[in-house]
């Protein structure tokens, strides 16, 4: 018998199985579920902004994107959101408040290096390249749709 | 005097005694199996200090002074200080030698320090170069994640296969002559690659070092699994351990009687989701803590090292592992 210790191939065919299977089904319940939670938390926001701040439906946008991201920086600083997002997975990266937990641990994690080395450098450390690409591909399709 | 068997396999002939040894560990430490057995539990992970990174250190002088106390000695009779852990430039370290004031060796075998720490201590003792040598370890949770994974805050699914990081440190006060559990054979690991690449899957990375070195410890010794009352590796948790006990079916060894791994045994049901416990005090406070207050008359301790790090991940290279072995006579 071949030495699996010796050979790669064998040892990935051997360990191939070992791994237990990420429980796919729950995942994606509850990825729907806490995604559209937070989804509709946001809705409920945005009316409340319509309703009785009077803003007109196509500016309500923004505000409630302030406000959703606030409570997310909120719930990160209270240790409370990566505790949301152990079980909602996807559902909690994809909406803004993703967004906003991985610029809100990063400085709080590199608080201890100060101000300038630690929270002003480090914070984007997560959400650095989302921003980088996000603004290329904005430059992109704004090529294309000014050309076209 | 201190002399080679086989191809890897050290023979300590006059066997150092362990005279004393001390183990602390964080909140989920103490809540685990292997809470009642430590000798102080902090309740909370930042322990009173300003950063995670003196908290952990702060237990690593912690446990020096309780293996000290156990064993009647005080700072000036420690000849040589060995220590190693996980953050960058072994930090802990390297400020617990200063605290210290012992001459200092510093060491890096990752998760595996805590054996290798012994093994070296046993040397030193064993060839008469020193009466006494304190070995330490120590790793943190919250340490451990910035440098190798997220901000602890930050919101990351984990998968079932992923393993977390002890947070505690254990000291042992190897010396010459005493009264307390021997130190009689150690194998020195290689590094193995098996083209393992994900670092959230360190079980299946490190298992292959873990099962080489228990082999090769068999072959050099001519020794048999059952002449242990117990084999225990560092930190494969339960997928790493599955891997080894195929690994030496396929070999012909049994393992199925007498082999645990401090990862799995770290934490108990429902307190973690995934597959056990990693890091330097994993080893060190299951093996310190538990398994000494267990009446056996031999144990091999197998602590496992990965030799990654985010650069060389990042950078696409295989995640390589090392085991060191440590057989000890009660």
Known sequence: MKDVLKDPKAYKELVKDKNPKPKLAKNLIMAFVVGGGICTLGQLIQNIYIKYFHFPPDRAGDPTTATVIFISGLLTALGVYDKIARHGGAGTAVPVTGFANSVVSAALEFKREGFVLGVGSKMFILAGSVIVFGVVTAFVVGLISALF | ?330
């Open chain 2, 1 to 330: 005097m201190t002399v080679r068997k086989g191809k890897q396999t050290i023979v300590y002939t006059t066997k150092p005694v362990i005279l004393g040894y001390g183990t602390v560990g964080g909140p989920k430490e103490g809540q685990g199996p292997v809470g009642p057995y430590l000798d102080k539990v902090y309740p909370d992970l930042a322990m009173g200090e300003k950063s995670f990174e003196l908290a952990e250190r702060q237990m690593m002088v912690s446990a020096i002074e309780i293996a000290l106390e156990k064993a009647s000695l005080s700072r000036s009779n420690v000849d040589f200080f060995i220590a190693g852990d996980l953050l960058n430039q072994i930090i802990s370290s390297g400020f617990s030698a200063l605290n210290l004031g012992a001459p200092f060796l510093g060491i890096y075998g990752a998760c595996s320090s805590f054996a290798q720490g012994m093994l070296l201590a046993g040397i030193l003792v064993d060839s008469g170069a020193a009466e006494v040598v304190i070995s330490a370890t120590s790793s943190h949770n919250n340490t451990a994640e910035r440098q190798y994974r997220y901000p602890t805050e930050y919101g990351a699914q984990l998968p079932p296969w992923s393993q977390h990081t002890v947070t505690g440190a254990a000291a042992t006060a190897v010396a010459v002559r005493g009264e307390g559990p021997r130190v009689e054979l150690a194998t020195v690991g290689r590094v193995m690659d098996l083209g393992m690449k994900d670092p959230l899957n360190m079980g299946v990375a490190m298992a292959p070092a873990a099962a080489d070195t228990i082999f090769t410890h068999m072959e050099d010794t001519g020794r048999k699994p059952d002449d242990y009352d117990l084999i225990v590796t560092g930190d494969l948790g339960k997928v790493g351990r599955e891997v080894v006990m195929e690994l030496a079916q396929r070999q012909g060894y049994d393992l199925s009687r007498n082999y645990r791994d401090c990862g799995e045994l770290v934490y108990g049901m429902g307190q973690i989701e995934n597959a056990g416990g990693s890091g330097c005090a994993c080893s060190a406070i299951v093996t310190l803590g538990m398994l000494f207050n267990q009446n056996y008359k031999r144990l091999l301790v197998v602590a496992t090292g990965a030799m990654h790090s985010t650069t060389s991940c990042q950078q696409g290279e295989n995640i390589p592992a090392i085991a060191h072995a440590v057989s000890i006579e009660f």
